[in-house]
Each structure stands twice: as structure tokens, then as C-alpha cells.
């Protein structure tokens, strides 16, 4: 790889200049995928990375942290893990994963350096970058900074200097907290997962409970991985109306298991309902906790249902699973859901907001945005000629920000410019006329060495 180790740029009249036919933004696993379909195509390209390689599967979130799919399944395709296909890989695995996937190829990969801003320049063709370390030409940006950049808090989130707060990305191991229970909002893969944990080290965990899918994490001896790609979900477009915001509640954790909220109710977490409002040391919630369980077992049964066809339809010889479509009773934080609660009377010392992340392209100051600023593009390539997304949510499909998604929009990313390419490449009949003469000219002068030779 050009560095791990960082190379300085090129100085040119006291500033530091350097020219790049593709600059990418960011070496995550999209910013590694983009890479190298670059680098089969031909395409001139630099990565620049402000941190590490995954340096969000390093840093970015907690300790215990496995991949949501098995090993089999969340990868490239030009590399295994070392690991039995049907393990969850430890984050610092698929770190280290990545690590090895861009030297494979020897990607082009320069980390430390941040890109600070990206203007179109106005009197020639490209873009002007600047970054924390010089300043680059570049004929196309790829903005490859992830889905997850910037954690989210809503702004319910109390005043109240004597608890603590953390977003789920700022959130290590349980003893990380004061003690005390603890109120996780937010019941994606995240939230779920983190509350779990809290609630196995000891802790008395509240758990506010969204809107949310819930697949099995395996059924009829097929990991949900599979059934989604069989089953065409992960290809889906856009997500069904009304669903856009809804989370995905799916852990690897302890081996993988199907989140069974009305489970993590008997094992001793309490259910409440979406959070709505704190005022005076006080927490209420929606009632709509039941509603929401329903709505997760409905997407669950869903599953399983559409499994079954494909099963039958395929004549597919697999294990009949009828324990599947087994429910827990109705706890009794289900049945009397708790409205209300006094935080200190509760003991509740700390929140944790498992409450999702925004983009951030405040650096990408260019034509591509809405004017909500949301990026305008179509798969990937945006509004703004020369200026490409990678990573983000449903960029063209459900697996977009997913390991194995983002590698094939990477991968049409990489086709649009190399076909640009082409095109920019062609010469009409009078040009291919004027450069032959120009290649016979140059033939016909004698060359040094040849005058030279006796
Ligand atoms: C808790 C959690 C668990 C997940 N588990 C899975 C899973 O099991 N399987 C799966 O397929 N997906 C999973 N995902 C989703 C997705 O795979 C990850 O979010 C993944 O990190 C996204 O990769 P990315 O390359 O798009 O973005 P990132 O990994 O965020 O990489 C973007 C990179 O850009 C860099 N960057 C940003 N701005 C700049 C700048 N201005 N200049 C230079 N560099 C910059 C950042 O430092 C970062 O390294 C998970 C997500 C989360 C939050």
C-alpha cells in the first residue's frame, strides 16, 4: 500500500500540491471496495483516510461488539476470514479484515490525512481539496464517509447534569457507567444489544422500544443472511412506505440469537415504550409498546412464512422448525406498561441513546445536495457530475451500507467512471489524423543514441 505509514505530499510554491485522477473520501470497508475496482479498472485513484483503516470497527463502537452477520456472509468477495463460515467476527477482526483486504491489493490507501473541503474549481475541469495535509487536484470525488458519521441525540435528551449520557457510539462495557439502572432509548441492533449486556452484568436496564423489524437469526438451519438474499429483501429498493424509519433489532452476540424482546422481559429487562418527553427528573412514554411487539412478531411471522414458501416451492429438504413460531406471554411491563418514571427514585443513573447517526458532508461543498441537504444521486452517482456517494443508506438497495452491499455499488461506481473514461478518451477522425503525424514526426527524428553510433 502506498502508506500505512504516510507519505508526505509533493511541494510545489511553498503550498503542497499533488494531482489525482479519483480522489476517495474515507477508507472504511467503502472507501477499500472502491479501491480496488478502481484498481482492476485502471483507474488512477488515491484513498485518504483521516484516521485508520475501519477505524470505526475499531474505535467506534463497544467493546463486545461481533458482526451482525456470519463470516460466510459479511465479507468481500475476494477474501475469507479465518474464522468458521458460521462465526460472528469480533470487531476488531473485521478490522483487521480490511487491513488485509486493501494490502492485498496494494491499495493506494493514505491515512492520517483529513479532507477539509471540496470546492468545483471555477476556471478548469475538477475539484480543488483541501486536506490537513496539502492541497489535491482531483478530477472526480468519491465520498466514501460512511452512513454513520454523526451520532444523534434527539433533543428530549434532559439537561440534567447528574446523569450520564452517552450515545451508543461513545458506549464501551457496563463498567463504563456509574452504578445505578440504566434507561437505554432506542432498540435497533444497537440499543438491544447494549441493554442486554447491561442487564447481564448485573444492572437494572430499562428499555424503550421503537418501531422495529425482528428476524430470526436463523431458521430451518439457514442464517437470516441467507433467507434475505434467497428471498431477494436484500435487493429491495427502497423500503416499504411507512417503513423508512424502522430499525433492524438482530445481535450476532453469544454465538446469534433471535431478538425476543418479550424474552429479554423474562430474563429481567423492562420493556417501556418510545420516549417522549423528561421534565422534572421524570421519563413518560408512548403507549405503544404492545403495538410495536406486534408489529416486530408480524415482520418475524413474515419471515418465517415466506421461508416456508421458498422451501416448498424449491422442494428444498430442510429441517421443520414449528418451536419458531413459539411466543413468550405477554410480560407484565407488556400488559401494565410503565407511562412514567421517576429516574432517581428508580435509581436510573445513566441513559444510553441507541438513537441512530446522520450524515455530515459539511466538507463536500458542491451541487449535490437538496436543499434539505440530503445527497442527490442515482446509485451512487450524484446530480453534480464528477462527484460519486458510496455507503449510504438504500444508495441502491437495502445491503447498501452492509459489507457485502457496498462492495457491488462500489463496483458500478468504479464502472461509471472508467466509462467516463472512454468517452473522454475518444478522438474524432481529425485528431486521430493530427496525433499519427505528430507519432510520425517523432519516428522520423534521429535519435542521439543512433548519431552516436559508429
Ligand atoms: C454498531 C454497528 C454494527 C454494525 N455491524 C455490521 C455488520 O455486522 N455487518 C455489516 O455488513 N454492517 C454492519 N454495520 C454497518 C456498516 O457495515 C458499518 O457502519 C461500516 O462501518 C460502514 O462502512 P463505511 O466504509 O461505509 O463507513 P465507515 O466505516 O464509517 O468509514 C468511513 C471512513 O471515512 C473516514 N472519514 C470521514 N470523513 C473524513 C474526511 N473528511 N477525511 C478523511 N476521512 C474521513 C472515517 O474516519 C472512516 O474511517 C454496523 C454498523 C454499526 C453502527
Request: charged share 20%; hydrophobic share 40%; with cysteine.
Amino acid at each position: 500500500m502506498t502508506d500505512l505509514n504516510r507519505t508526505a505530499f509533493p511541494k510545489c510554491n511553498d503550498r503542497l500540491v499533488e494531482d489525482i485522477d479519483t480522489l476517495v473520501v474515507g477508507a472504511g470497508q467503502a472507501g477499500v471496495a472502491m479501491s480496488e475496482h478502481l484498481s482492476k479498472l485502471g483507474v488512477p485513484h488515491l484513498v485518504l483516510e483521516r484516521n485508520r483503516i475501519a477505524e470505526a470497527w475499531r474505535t467506534g463502537r463497544w467493546d463486545s461488539l461481533v458482526a451482525n452477520g456470519p463470516v460466510w456472509h459479511d465479507r468481500f468477495p475476494g477474501l475469507e476470514f479465518d474464522l468458521d463460515p458460521d462465526a460472528f467476527a469480533p470487531k476488531e477482526q473485521v478490522a483487521a479484515y480490511f487491513e488485509a483486504y486493501a494490502r492485498k491489493f496494494n491499495a493506494p490507501i493514505r491515512t492520517g490525512v483529513e479532507v477539509k473541503r471540496v470546492v468545483r474549481n471555477a476556471d478548469r475541469p475538477g475539484f480543488t481539496v483541501e486536506t490537513s495535509e496539502g492541497v489535491i487536484r482531483a478530477n472526480r470525488v468519491v465520498a466514501a464517509t460512511g452512513p454513520f458519521q454523526r451520532p444523534v441525540i434527539p433533543p428530549i435528551a434532559p439537561n440534567d447534569t447528574a446523569l450520564t449520557q452517552l450515545h451508543s457510539a461513545a458506549y464501551r462495557n457496563p463498567q463504563q457507567l456509574p452504578a445505578g439502572a440504566v434507561l437505554v432509548v432506542g432498540a435497533g441492533s444497537s440499543g438491544v444489544q447494549i441493554a442486554d449486556e447491561l442487564q447481564r452484568s448485573g444492572r437494572q436496564v430499562y428499555l424503550s422500544v421503537g418501531a422495529h423489524d425482528r428476524p430470526p437469526r436463523s431458521y430451518r438451519g439457514r442464517d437470516f443472511c441467507w433467507w434475505l438474499g434467497v428471498l431477494g429483501l436484500w435487493d429491495m429498493e427502497a423500503a416499504q412506505p411507512g417503513k423508512e424509519h424502522v430499525t433492524i433489532a438482530v445481535s450476532g452476540a453469544r454465538g446469534g440469537q433471535t431478538i425476543d424482546f418479550r424474552g429479554l422481559a423474562e430474563q429481567g429487562l423492562t420493556l417501556v415504550g418510545l420516549t417522549k418527553a423528561f421534565s422534572n427528573g421524570v421519563v413518560s412514554f408512548q403507549a405503544d409498546l404492545a403495538d410495536n411487539l406486534a408489529r416486530g412478531d408480524e415482520n418475524y411471522l413474515e419471515l418465517l412464512d415466506a421461508a416456508d414458501a421458498y422451501i416448498a416451492r424449491n422442494g428444498l429438504d430442510l429441517p421443520e422448525e414449528p418451536e419458531a413460531r413459539r411466543k413468550f406471554p405477554d410480560p407484565d411491563c407488556v400488559t401494565h406498561p410503565l407511562l412514567e418514571l421517576d429516574l432517581a427514585a428508580a435509581g436510573v443513573t445513566s441513559i444510553i441513546w441507541a438513537t441512530g447517526y446522520a450524515v455530515d458532508f459539511s466538507w463536500l461543498q458542491v451541487g449535490a445536495f437538496d436543499a434539505n441537504g440530503k445527497p442527490q444521486h442515482q446509485r451512487g452517482v450524484s446530480s453534480e457530475p464528477g462527484v460519486y456517494f458510496l455507503g449510504l443508506p438504500w444508495l441502491s438497495r437495502r445491503g447498501s451500507t452492509f459489507i457485502w452491499g457496498v462492495w457491488h455499488d462500489a463496483k458500478h461506481i468504479a464502472d461509471h467512471i472508467a466509462t467516463q473514461h472512454k468517452y473522454l478518451a475518444y478522438r474524432d477522425a481529425a485528431q486521430r489524423q493530427a496525433a499519427a503525424q505528430d507519432a510520425r514526426a517523432e519516428a522520423a527524428v534521429p535519435k542521439l543514441s543512433i548519431l552516436g553510433a559508429s
